[in-house]
């Protein structure tokens, strides 16, 4: 019964397989019939061409013929005549005129020997026959130039043979001709003389003029018809050609033009071969198929099922990508509402402090009253170190790398960290001492340790312990991608459950996560990497399954120790200095701007303050007599830099200072004037205003007396 079914299936498959290669043979057949016939069609476009130019040389010698210094063989004139052509044609490397002895009469550019000529085919010829001659490929005398004679016999006025007019055409011109023919694109054209010795190609005539063609080629110069066929052609090339063979043409030209058959058949040969191994395969399987029985269709069934699961899958992780990406540009927005809000907290902490300030300076003495002062300027310390990590959340700060103490940075944000691990886990310290400080941002790094306590903790849900340590490194014992130096090391090590190596080896990339869609953005560890980077150090990865997972930050040391607060502190000792200072404040925000007037008179400065630039410079127009501009950054209408670029047009003795609530992101480093970041201390914009004004520019302040009246 099988074999029954056998023999049927195939009895009808295989008329329908023999049909589908006919079918395809018949197609590459029709196809190659199409090449022919462009490869055909671009010869005769040539070859009519090519016989056009030589009509044209042969009317223009004839034309020529009737001058009569021409006519009368009269060599002086004769000669201006012939360069004055040669001139006009540079299609032509030379004109010459002989007697109808052969010998040279005249000739464009540098006298020739008389009988130089004399005995060449194509002076014979054109005596022998009395008509129009296409001689042979032959080069210049002096600058072996490749060029094709032509000569033109022509009568006197009584009707004798008189001469014989010669010109050279330049087959380097020729081939350059070919080479822009309209509508012989893509083709390689050759021009052969009769005798089969190569005239012009379009395509490197360098290589090929004045080389014989093959055999195969010779063979069809002297047929009588034009036709096509697939050959091999001088450069090896295997093609379909079109020619125009010499006997069919009255100039004894033969003319080629083919196409690259890899190029012009490439495609339908291999669609060819794909369709017929095709039908070959699908009979083969059908009747495998067939033999194999009913059983065979069950696993293709199930193997559709799996593709069909794999489909879906596939979608669904084209899901999991655009929600990550929706959420990558919710981080966006967020991050530019969040630069918006940290500028608008840095102008309340700049208030808040400069008022906490002014009232430690007028309650100086009273105790009490200092520490809660002291508290209240701590608290506002951590909120102007929030905006900071706010401003880092949004990417909208420059990196401020400067010495660091790791293990006092760490206690800083020591309660942060604790709350932000929550009540399940533990978190230990173990900070080595007397370590060296370190280069670093200090708020990136504080984001950075945070992002890895936030993934500690999700990585154990259950609860669990998270250590962060700091140690000095061992140079034998640095990253790869370190260079050789002196590093500290950073690391959070927690006991959850581990990363699997195809998931550790992708850790880092941006937006990669494991978490559920709309619980990561996949950028806390990128971010670490990033911050790692800029200060110039890196960030290894260990982590093994059931063992948890070790994060350690490469930090540089740092050969200068870091700013103390105190020192700052010390700073703000005297006002005598700047008494007498004249000062121009602008800030839109009215708030900021009353409590920095009354800072800046706390020292003893005059101050005029304004709301927005035009007010200031028209203020400014009036009365120029002030030392130094304080504006505002972003400000409505006329911005910082541009009021301050104003100011100093008018008053070119102006020193200034620009204050701002954002991060420029860079955009600091082109400004020529200093940059003071809100909020700030009343020691810092005394220390940037003593620096700009030279103690002699200002009066001194009286002694100051005590609380009994005595100085």
Same mark, same amino acid.
């Given at each position: ?64 013929? $009737? ?45 020739? %020997? ?36 032509? /000569? ?15 010109? =050279? ?18 083709? @390689? ?83 060819? /071969? ?13 009747? &495998?198929?067939?033999? $194999? ?51 608008? &907290? ?9 008022? @906490? ?139 959850? *459950? ?99 007037? /009354? ?26 007599? &002030? ?11 006329? =911005? ?31 400004? %020529? ?5 809100? *909020? ?14 030279? /103690?002699?520019?200002?009066? %001194? ?11």
């Amino acid at each position: 019964m099988r074999r029954r079914l056998m023999l049927l299936l195939t009895a009808v498959l295989l008329p329908i397989g023999l049909a589908g290669i006919t079918n395809e043979v018949r197609l590459r057949e029709e196809r190659v019939g199409e090449v022919r016939a462009d490869a055909l069609r671009t010869a005769q476009l040539v070859n009519a061409d090519v016989i056009s130019l030589l009509q044209g040389t042969r009317n223009l010698l004839v034309a020529i013929a $009737v001058i009569p210094a021409i006519r009368d063989l009269d060599g002086t004139a004769c000669s201006e005549s012939l360069t004055e052509l040669r001139n006009k044609f540079d299609r032509y490397a030379s004109v010459v005129l002989t007697g109808w002895d052969g010998m040279i009469v005249c000739a464009s550019g540098k006298p020739m %020997p008389a009988d130089l000529i004399r005995d060449r085919q194509y002076i014979t010829e054109a005596r022998e026959q009395g008509r129009f001659i296409v001689g042979r490929y032959t080069e210049t005398r002096e600058s072996h130039r490749p060029v094709l004679p032509l /000569s033109l016999p022509f009568r006197a006025a009584d009707g004798t043979w008189k001469g014989v007019l010669v010109v =050279t055409l330049d087959l380097k011109w020729l081939s350059e001709h070919l080479a822009n023919l309209p509508n012989t694109a893509h083709a @390689i054209i050759g021009v052969t003389g009769g005798d089969g010795i190569m005239l012009a190609r379009n395509v490197d005539p360098e290589h090929f003029i004045g080389k014989p063609l093959p055999e195969s080629g010779r063979a069809l110069i002297d047929t009588k018809e034009a036709g096509a066929l697939e050959a091999t052609g001088v450069d090896g090339v295997a093609r379909i050609f079109g020619f125009v063979p010499a006997g069919a043409n009255m100039d004894g030209i033969f003319v080629a033009a083919g196409f690259e058959r890899r190029a012009a058949l490439g495609a339908i040969d291999m669609e060819t /071969s794909v369709e017929a191994l095709c039908i070959v395969a699908a009979i083969t399987v059908a009747l &495998f198929a067939a033999w $194999v029985g009913l059983g065979r269709f069950a696993v293709l069934q199930e193997r559709m099922a799996a593709r069909t699961v794999e489909l879906a899958n596939e979608r669904e992780r084209r899901s999991e990508v655009e929600a990550v990406l929706a959420q990558s540009q919710k981080l966006e927005a967020v991050g530019q509402l969040t630069a918006g809000l940290a500028h608008d &907290f840095n102008n309340l902490l700049s208030v808040v402090l400069g008022n @906490i300030e002014l009232a430690r300076l007028r309650l100086r003495g009273d105790n009490d009253t200092d520490r809660l002062l002291e508290r209240a300027m701590g608290a506002a310390d951590r909120g102007a170190g929030l905006t900071r990590q706010l401003l880092a959340f949004a990417r909208n700060q420059k990196l401020a790398i400067q010495p660091a103490d790791a293990n006092q940075l760490i206690e800083g944000v020591r309660e942060l960290l604790e709350r932000s691990a929550g009540p399940a886990v533990r978190l230990r310290f173990d900070l080595a001492p007397d370590l060296p400080p370190i280069l670093v941002d200090r708020g990136q790094l504080e984001v950075a340790l945070l992002n890895l306590v936030l993934n500690a903790r999700d990585a154990m849900p259950l609860g669990g312990g998270i250590t962060i340590s700091t140690r000095a490194s061992d140079p034998q014992q640095l990253p790869a991608d370190l260079s050789v130096g002196d590093y500290l090391q950073i690391r959070v090590q927690d006991s959850g *459950p581990g990363m699997p190596p195809e998931i550790r080896q992708r850790a880092f990339e941006p937006f990669f996560t494991t978490k559920e869609v709309g619980k990561g953005s996949g950028l806390g560890l990128a971010q670490v990497f990033g911050i790692a980077r800029q200060s110039g150090g890196t960030v290894a990865l260990d982590s093994e399954l059931g063992q948890g997972t070790a994060v350690t930050i490469y930090l540089p040391r740092s050969a200068v120790a870091p700013a103390t607060a105190a020192a700052d502190a010390d700073r703000t000792g005297g006002t005598a200095s700047l008494r007498g200072l004249r000062v121009l404040l602008v800030d839109d925000d009215g708030e900021v701007r009353h409590t920095l007037a /009354s800072v800046l008179g706390s020292l003893g400065i005059t101050v005029e303050a304004f709301n927005s630039g035009v007010a200031a410079l028209d203020h400014l127009s009036i009365d120029p007599a &002030f030392d130094v501009l304080i504006s505002d950054f972003a400000m409505p209408e006329m =911005t910082g830099a541009v009021l301050a670029e104003r100011a100093v047009a008018l008053v070119p003795r102006l020193k200034v200072l620009i204050v701002t609530g954002f991060a420029l992101g860079g955009a600091e480093d082109e400004l %020529p004037w200093p940059l003071l970041k809100k *909020p700030f201390m009343l020691g810092e914009i005394e220390a940037i205003l003593r620096d700009l004004t030279p /103690s002699s520019n200002v009066l %001194p302040l009286p002694p100051l007396r005590g609380r009994g009246g005595t100085p």
